[in-house]
């Protein structure tokens, strides 16, 4: 069966097919570091990189991009707050983010691009826009794409011009009045006191938002990708422009498939950091393995709401330990065998077995659905509880073992927790922890225990000791 994936460009489930056979570009939005976080940020990080694992698993080459917009308003506030450079700003919290990812089995992307170190690229597109009508600089040096010159405009949306015209007249703010239209939106901007800017031909000054995906996916992927994603609050304005500024550049099809995941909620609002009412990946790690918080976000479908509970923390909790339990159940199993070779019987019941392979294969062509195909791994973990025992063979329970743990590792869950060796480098690193303790050195300690997550080794304080868990 082959591979469908929900488009929002078309509003249909596609088939889908990479421009280059047996390559994706693929380019995800990735987020505005100026603080930790959160879990609803932490949904299209979780979700698109199961997406990716899949795509491998099938044999496809994923070039994975995905951005750190550290150029932003909220970083420059934050940056000012504390008196420092907003490369200090962005620079932490790319370092705190990327700690996350790899806390939560999230693979590092093909390239994570940085919005400050692509101007050179940003400039170069904006004054293509302008040579061709796309883009003009008013009176200002402000450069505002012209979006009525992009006969495509809306497609992503569905929305339509004069509806876009009549509703955001009331979005206009002061300075934009010399705009030519209202619909028009901002490629470069002029500097501030106390603000980065970068020199520019229209004025000193920083890039508008959207550009800067525009580009990096142009610079790392090409005119023409296969996937562009992120959450479907992305969709309008920041992806409709971005297809506007591509596609007007480049004069070619920006990407063939659009993907969005509906939000993560808490009380049936949007999880979100001007609400308030958020928890960081970090205020989830002190309570839960986050493995747990990874199976949590994939019980769902990607592109149903998902509202966050305890009581649906507990259950994913319940249902990752499910899994965790019988592959330890196998390999205690496997430790005590007697016979080598599979009998007839277990031959024909790891055949029977392939079976929920394929379920869970098929319910992952089917745009993704984590949480049929996580039903497929719950139906095999009760054909092995059912099936194996202190009598089967070793191979029988390798080859059950093995399928356990690969439709697992699909989904980024950790479920053979390799109780081996911590190597030297780890040990040095968790003995020099304890000594900076004796000494009150909390502050070498905590960055110890930073490095250590980001290598998937949490540290636990507990009364008996320190307590070592891999991620
Ligand atoms: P931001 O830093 O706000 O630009 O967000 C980074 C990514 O997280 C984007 O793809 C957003 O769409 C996504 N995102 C933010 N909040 C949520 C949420 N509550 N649920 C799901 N995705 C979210
Ligand atoms: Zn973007």
């Not at 142009?218 to 959450?231: C, F, Q, S, T, V």
Request: some cysteine; charged content about 30%; overall charge negative.
């Amino acid at each position: 069966m082959s591979m469908k994936i929900y488009n929002t460009l078309t509003k249909q489930k596609e088939e889908f097919v990479p421009i280059e056979p047996g390559k994706v570009r693929m380019y995800v939005c990735g987020p505005t570091v100026y603080n930790l976080i959160h879990i609803g940020n932490a949904r299209p990080m979780i979700v698109f990189d199961t997406v990716r694992r899949y795509m491998e698993h099938k044999g496809l080459e994923v070039n994975y991009v995905s951005n750190f917009t550290d150029v932003d308003d909220k970083i420059i506030k934050k940056a000012i707050e504390e008196g420092v450079d907003s490369s200090v700003i962005s620079e932490r919290y790319i370092a705190e983010c990327k700690k996350d990812m790899a806390a939560m089995n999230v693979k590092p992307a093909t390239t994570h691009p940085l919005a400050t170190q692509e101007i050179g690229g940003m400039l170069e597109m904006i004054q293509t826009l302008i040579d061709k009508g796309h883009a003009y600089a008013a009176a200002d040096g402000t450069v505002y794409f012209r979006t009525r010159s992009f006969e495509g405009y809306g497609k992503l949306s569905h929305k339509n011009l004069d509806d876009l015209q009549g509703g955001n007249r009331s979005l206009l703010v002061s300075g934009e009045d010399q705009k030519e239209d209202a619909l028009d939106f901002v490629l470069w901007k002029p500097k501030k006191d106390g603000e980065p800017y970068w020199e520019a031909p229209w004025c000193n000054g920083r890039p508008g938002w959207h550009i800067e995906c525009s580009v990096m996916s142009k610079r790392y992927l090409g005119d023409e990708i296969d996937i562009h994603a992120g959450g479907e609050d992305l969709v309008f304005p920041h992806h409709e422009n971005e297809i506007a500024q591509s596609e007007a550049c480049n004069g070619k099809t920006f990407s063939r498939y659009w993907m969005h995941n509906a939000f993560l909620n808490i009380d049936n609002k949007k999880m979100s950091k001007s609400l308030g009412n958020f928890f960081t990946v970090r205020d989830i790690s002190e309570k839960y393995d986050l493995q747990v918080l990874r199976f949590f976000m994939l019980s769902a479908h990607y592109r149903s709401p998902l509202n966050f509970s305890a009581e649906l923390m507990d259950a994913a909790k319940n249902g990752y330990e499910r899994i965790v339990t019988c592959v330890d159940n196998l390999k205690y199993l496997m430790e005590n065998v007697t016979a080598a070779d599979m009998t007839e019987a277990e031959m024909a019941l790891a055949e029977e077995s392939k079976g929920y392979v394929v379920k869970f294969d098929e319910a992952m062509d089917d745009d993704f659905n984590t949480a049929d195909a996580i039903a497929a791994i719950f139906e095999l973990v009760k054909f092995i509880n059912t099936n194996a025992s202190a009598n089967s063979s070793k191979a029988f329970l390798e080859a059950l073992k093995a399928e356990v743990v690969m439709l697992s590792d699909i989904c980024g869950l950790i479920v053979d927790k390799q109780e081996d060796v911590l190597d030297a480098e780890i040990e040095k690193l968790i003995e020099e922890r304890q000594a900076a303790k004796k000494e009150k050195n909390f502050a070498r300690a905590d960055e110890i225990r930073d490095e250590l997550l980001a290598k998937g080794i949490a540290l636990k304080d507990t009364r008996e000791g320190v307590k070592i868990v891999r991620l």
